[in-house]
């Protein structure tokens, strides 16, 4: 103990010498330039002044020294040495012979220097130390007709400048003294009851947390709380590990069907797959770089993919490859476009696809979001095909199995999961040039009916390419259904109901429904209480809150749900004042003229309905159209007493599961759309129609008038479900059908 409190005490003393040292070699080197300056200054000032002198004295001496009038030049030097300020004058013949010099002249010990200047016939000075004085002499040379005949020596006290030159490192000292001394007491106190005691407090949590004697929070002080912050992910990280662990051992001990967890996936996939890597292909990148006040931050854009599939990624590794977006996502990726990722934490590799442009523009603004999204969605919008749209979507296409196939040019059998309608002539380009490659696509929004399909003027193309896949899943078997009816329609192949599978070009492609969830538990589930400054920053003080959380895309219903608002204010005044509406809209596909009119509309809506029944204190409709992130959601998850889904016709949605997941309290009402994917798996939720203003309002109603006996029973099986089936069983599900058949 007295070891180690001595040890401190060294460590101590050396921070606060290494700290003393630096001072004094920063003031040390300020007064030597300081010094080095005046000494300067001095000089240069008195070299001037005994130049200005001697040329004025020599008008006076030249007459009397050329006519041998020495009498005179006596006369002349006694009169200035004695009113002037001089230690001597003198002056001497061309030979460097005294002519007529003041008492006790103090000149320089080399008897040339007055010889010399007359040689060079330029005017000189120098220093000399006599008795411990010091004289500056400036020697002029006498002239007459132009011929030097003589030299005029004038002799100042030069003492004052090393008297200042000293002044000047007497007062640094003693500045330094001082500063050395509060210094070095401020850094003791500093190191010793700051910085020791906090990371002594520090070590202590973590020994608390190593040993599993405490939550998985690091105490320090606020000065400490960054690191504090990271120690506490890293703690939290093993925290869940170790929880994961037990539970899979538990599982195996017992063989009982736990729930699917992170751990738990990896070790199906060593399993299954024996170590084959694993490899995403999708548009949407999980990450974005952004160039924000000449900093690079990231973000997670807002999505329903990369919300289900990056845990699978942070779960399993492997490779996600996806279409670099951000400003700054080349400055960040390396010279092959590929960064580690999460940028807390990395697990997996993203490799970044870079497009132009004009890329951008055909693929997917134009034929991905202008054709097929309304295409698949019965949001009656109406889609727009053209042809070089078209040839851009083929074209980009290509690049991304082509980025593939460059990566997996050593990988034997490799894996590859295949996301969404951007990439729907991929699956086929990769099992043209790998046949070994085991693909899977999964089509994350609905399959429309085959005669709604049968619109689109490549739609054979687009079959064929996704036929190239082993396997395709949907999040429904009506999904499933709908596309088999297509294929049948449109490709010459043979159909096998009973397995549910396409036999085209000698491939056989397998459909299955594979509803997509979300990571539980994870990042969705409350774990601790919300921040109660958050509505309060967002001037929300209403008793109830509403809460709808979309992009902005005309297939979430938005306006919809403001109208269903808007009748539940005029057929229940009561609600006015009391009730408000938070709506998070994130902004998307913002340069498409559709979604340009989708977010005006959104907010002329919000407008109206706020100058209908809005007051100076209240407004039924708050607005936020930005991003936030899933801290941000889970903390508003929790606060609200509603979540609000009315998609008029979405796959999935992946939003319901998210409040059902965060409500640790089993409290809160879900009211859901019956026409979106998520309506199938959430059996609490109440369903509504969002075509029918009538028909929200009446749940709405239901909702704020629900006893917390009902809210506790619907809300508890709606978390058993997204709990039996998350995100983690999912993946092995998709990946186990897929193995299985190779």
């Not at 490899?279 to 919300?307: C, D, H, M, Q």
């Not at 003080?541 to 808007?566: A, C, M, Q, T, W």
Request: with cysteine.
């Amino acid at each position: 103990m007295f070891a180690g409190t001595m040890r401190r005490m060294r460590q101590v003393l050396f921070v606060t010498g290494g700290a003393v040292l630096a001072v004094t070699v920063i003031v040390g080197l300020f007064a030597l330039n300081q010094a080095n300056q005046e000494q300067l200054e001095l000089t240069s000032r008195l070299q001037s002044r005994s130049q200005v002198l001697a040329d004025s004295l020599a008008e006076s001496i030249e007459p009397s020294y050329n006519t041998k009038a020495t009498s005179t030049v006596q006369r002349v030097i006694d009169r200035f040495v004695s009113s002037e300020r001089l230690a001597g004058l003198g002056v001497f013949d061309n030979s460097g012979i005294a002519v007529a010099v003041s008492e006790d002249i103090p000149l320089p010990e080399d008897a040339r220097f007055i010889t010399d200047v007359m040689d060079s016939d330029e005017p000189q000075g120098a220093f000399v130390r006599r008795d411990g004085e010091t004289y500056y002499t400036f020697v002029l040379p006498l002239h007459e007709n132009e011929r030097v005949v003589g030299a005029l020596a004038v002799v100042q006290n030069a003492t004052y400048i090393d008297e200042s030159i000293g002044t000047i490192w007497r007062d640094n000292l003693i500045r330094l003294l001082f500063q050395v001394i509060v210094f070095a007491g401020a850094i003791f106190v500093l190191v010793r009851w700051v910085f020791h005691r906090s990371i002594s407090k520090m070590v202590k949590s973590l020994q608390s947390v190593r040993k599993g004697e405490k939550s998985d929070t690091v105490s320090g002080s606020s000065f400490f709380e960054p690191l504090a912050g990271e120690i506490s992910k890293v703690t939290k990280s093993l925290h869940q590990a170790r929880h994961s662990a037990s539970e899979e051992a538990r599982m195996r001990l017992e063989k009982i069907d736990s729930p699917w967890t992170a751990e738990r996936l990896k070790e199906f996939i060593k399993a299954y797959l024996k170590d084959r890597p694993i490899f995403v292909l999708s548009n949407g990148e999980p990450y974005v770089n952004a160039k924000v006040k000449n900093k690079i931050e990231w973000r997670v854009p807002a999505g329903g993919v990369v919300t289900a599939i990056e845990p699978v990624m942070e779960a399993c590794g492997g490779t996600w490859i996806a279409y670099g977006s951000g400003d700054a996502d080349k400055e960040t990726a390396d010279a092959e476009g590929k960064l580690k990722v999460p940028p807390d934490e990395p697990k997996y590799t993203l490799k970044r696809v870079w497009l132009t442009p004009q890329e951008v523009k055909g693929y997917y603004n134009g034929f991905s979001n202008d054709a097929l999204w309304p295409l698949c969605h019965m949001a009656h919008v109406r889609p727009q095909f053209r042809k070089e749209d078209w040839l851009e979507y083929r074209k980009v296409n290509g690049l991304f199995a082509k980025t593939f196939l460059e990566e997996v040019r050593h990988v034997e059998r490799p894996i590859v999961l295949v996301q969404d309608y951007h990439l729907a002539l991929v699956p086929a380009l990769i099992k043209k040039s790998r046949p070994d490659a085991q693909v899977a696509m999964f089509w994350h929004i609905p399959w429309p009916s085959a005669a709604q399909f049968n619109i689109c003027p490549w739609r054979k193309e687009l079959l064929e390419g996704m036929l190239g896949a082993d396997l395709i899943g949907f999040h429904t078997q009506q999904y499933c259904n709908n596309f088999m009816d297509t294929v049948a329609n449109e490709v010459e192949s043979r159909i096998d109901l009973e397995h549910f599978s396409v036999f085209h070009d000698d491939h056989q492609t397998f459909a299955k429904p594979f509803p997509v969830s979300i990571a539980y538990p994870g990042s969705a589930e409350a774990t601790e209480g919300p921040d109660p400054d958050v509505l309060e920053n967002l001037g929300i003080r209403s008793k109830n809150l509403l809460l709808g959380v979309d992009r902005l895309d005309y297939i979430k219903g938005i306006p919809e749900r403001f109208r269903g608002l808007e009748f539940l204010l005029d057929a229940y005044p009561q609600y006015r004042g009391k009730v408000t509406l938070l709506q998070i809209a994130s902004p998307t596909r913002g340069s498409l003229d559709k979604y340009g009119e989708y977010a005006n509309l959104v907010a002329a809506e919000t407008e109206r309905i706020n100058g209908k029944f809005g007051t100076r204190e209240w407004k039924p409709i708050v607005l936020e159209r930005r991003s936030y992130s899933h801290a941000e959601l889970r903390d508003l998850y929790q606060l609200a007493d509603v979540c609000l889904v009315t998609s008029l016709h979405d796959g999935m949605n992946l939003v319901a599961k998210e409040f059902a997941a965060a409500r640790g309290d089993e409290a809160g009402v879900l009211v859901l759309s019956q026409f979106a994917g998520a309506s199938r798996d959430l059996k609490g939720a109440l369903l509504i129609n969002p075509y029918s203003a009538e028909e929200t309002s009446a749940a709405l109603h239901t909702a704020l008038t629900m006893p917390k006996t009902e809210q506790h029973k619907r809300m508890k099986m709606m978390r058993t479900s997204v709990r039996d089936y998350n995100i983690y069983r999912w993946s092995a599900e998709l990946i186990k059908t897929l193995s299985q058949l190779g």
